[in-house]
């Protein structure tokens, strides 16, 4: 008992420390970079109720359904900017969610890369914008909650995303959030619970995004 709980707290802080968001491959995951990323705790937007934007972002995979997930822009602007702009060019047809943890309960995609066959590089890809520098609040990761990944940089977010599947307290205010999941939150469970490729967070089988597109919210109430 003691050993699995040793091993999950050495899973969180690894986590916590290396969701890779872009290009940067020698991510630092030491003590150091601890105390950098919980100084961002003094600049973290506070006691704002997140307010839906008027469209959603509908991720539709190729074998597991459709994701649909409401935006905050009165939380997180420049990154819902970002994935509205990313969205509208089409930059997330094709790719796939290259990274999966039950233990942790996320999911992770939005990496360019994954078009290709090359999963060496999968998790290393960005867009051709600069990065967005972080929006931190204290709207908690819970269920369904919609996160920007990043790199060890707290301003090295930049087109990858990830969704919470149970409350993970170790991503609050260092990880920017910017939606929430208001329909297929199964969809996501069941692509959570994918087989891995051994030794990897990859599922063996890839997950493909055929698109995501934007949609009025008023046509999907189920969060309202």
Request: hydrophobic content about 35%; proline content about 6%.
């Amino acid at each position: 008992m003691k050993k699995s709980g040793t091993k999950l707290l050495i899973a969180l802080i690894f986590l916590v420390f290396s969701f890779s968001a872009c290009n940067n491959q020698n991510a630092n995951t030491n003590s150091k970079s601890a105390n950098a990323n919980t100084a961002s705790d003094a600049t973290a937007k506070t006691g704002v109720k997140p307010q839906a934007d008027a469209q959603v972002a509908v991720i539709e995979t190729s074998d597991y359904g459709r994701i649909v997930v409401e935006l905050y822009p009165n939380v997180a602007p420049k990154m819902v900017e970002r994935f509205k702009k990313l969205i509208s060019e089409h930059f997330y047809d094709g790719t796939a969610v290259h990274r999966v943890d039950p233990g942790l309960g996320i999911i992770q995609g939005g990496d360019p890369l994954t078009k290709g066959s090359n999963t060496a590089v999968y998790g290393t890809g960005n867009s051709p914008y600069p990065n967005v520098s972080a929006e931190f609040s204290d709207i908690p990761y819970e269920r369904g909650t919609l996160g920007a990944a990043r790199t060890n940089d707290i301003n090295g977010a930049n087109c990858q995303w990830f969704i919470t599947l149970k409350k993970q307290p170790a991503f609050d205010r260092k990880y920017t959030v910017f939606g929430r999941v208001i329909d297929g939150i199964n969809n996501a469970e069941v692509i959570m619970q994918a087989p891995t490729e051994q030794g990897t967070p990859r599922p063996s089988d890839k997950v493909v995004i055929k698109s995501v597109t934007l949609q009025p919210r008023t046509s999907f109430p189920a969060g309202s």
